[in-house]
């Protein structure tokens, strides 16, 4: 929402306000935006006047934390390289609380994962030590037709956005449509909320996973509960995915974010149903 003409980006007035707090403002705007800005809208978009935006807009450029493309801005390098890294260390440090506590419950391990390019990756992992044989697969990048996390990644997102993340399936001859292809996962993922993954890369290891997805919004991550395949049977597989819809409840809630569907409910989970209205 625009700052009304005398306040900030955060509604603070703008006589109040510093150098840093305009910097910070144009910022802001131009990394929150869905498409590049001109100057005259970032500058309502934070309630400064033209000749003061394009002054702290020209030391952004400068700095790399804004990019001057023609007549329109763009997030610059600096912002790009903080992001990645920094939103990743704040993530896991704001996901442990609700990974430890299903690892705690479920006694498996559970993963945190993020959406990249054409994969996702693990930026964060609980293991007890019951299951040290397990890979904990950190900081590797995991493809969609492999893994539940990127499945339920995926799944999250439009289905015109998914198809970076389709291709290394095709590239690697998975099969894409018919009953077992990767097309059909997808929609049961999108529809029940839940990827299952059995075997696919470790032969004895199976996940479930679920994504985190603001409303409205793309996912933002995913838990996935990982353990022996054998433990993976109903009905103990109704309990995994009960504690993993807490979880990824509670992580919404530490996020701060209000969440999306993210899929309905098994119709077998009555315990997961009555924890969704909490």
Known sequence: MPARRGEGWSGVPRSSSSAVDKALDLVEAVSRSDRPLRLSEIA????????????????????????????????????????????????????????????????????????????????????????????????????????????????????????????????????????????????????????????????LVASVSRAVVPEPGRPLCALTVVGPAAEFQEPLLTELRNALLVATADLAEALGVAAGPAGSVPADSADARAEQLR
Not at 73 to 92: C, I, K, N, Q
Not at 114 to 133: I, K, N, T
């Open 44 to 203: 309502e978009a934070v309630g400064l006047h033209r000749p003061t935006a394009y002054r702290v807009l020209a030391d952004l450029v400068r700095r790399g934390w804004v990019l001057r493309t023609g007549d329109h801005y763009l997030p610059g390098a600096a912002v790009l390289r903080l992001s990645r890294t920094a939103s990743a260390h704040s993530l896991a440090a704001l996901s442990r609380p609700a990974m430890e506590a299903l690892a705690a419950r479920t006694g498996m391990m559970v993963n945190l994962q993020v959406l990249e390019h054409d994969r996702s990756r693990v930026v964060d992992a609980v293991r007890p030590s019951r299951l040290a044989m397990i890979s904990l697969l950190s900081d590797e990048a995991l493809p969609v037709h492999r893994f539940a996390g990127p499945l339920a990644l995926v799944a999250a997102l439009p289905p015109e956005a998914r198809g970076p993340y389709l291709r290394p399936a095709e590239d690697d001859g998975h099969p894409m449509t018919g009953p077992h292809g990767l097309l059909a996962d997808l929609a049961r993922v999108e529809r029940t909320g839940f990827a299952v993954e059995r075997g696919r890369s470790e032969a």
